[in-house]
């Protein structure tokens, strides 16, 4: 099955993700502390990227992607 990049967005950031008036990321964003940010953002590129060879494929890799750019921004915000 080939996939497109629009269709891999609606699987890594789902509808259901923004349910009750708030995104669950920025929700979690607002909750965590930067350095409890930093890990689950690390946790979830090192996550995806163990396992796209073996579960998703594509999807899991663009997942990675998703959650390293998150990173990258904490990483900037806090030294920039």
Excluded: C
Excluded at 36 to 56: D, I
Excluded at 70 to 76: A, G, M, N, R, S
């Amino acid at each position: 099955m080939n996939m497109n990049y629009e269709t891999a967005l609606d699987n890594i950031n789902p509808d259901h993700y923004k349910r009750g008036g708030i995104e669950t990321f920025d929700y979690m964003k607002a909750k965590m502390t930067p350095v409890q940010l930093e890990g689950y953002l690390l946790g979830n590129v090192l996550k995806y990227m163990s396992r796209y060879q073996y579960k998703n494929g594509v999807e899991d890799v663009r997942k990675a992607e998703w959650y390293l750019k998150e990173l990258i921004k904490v990483l900037e915000g806090a030294n920039g």
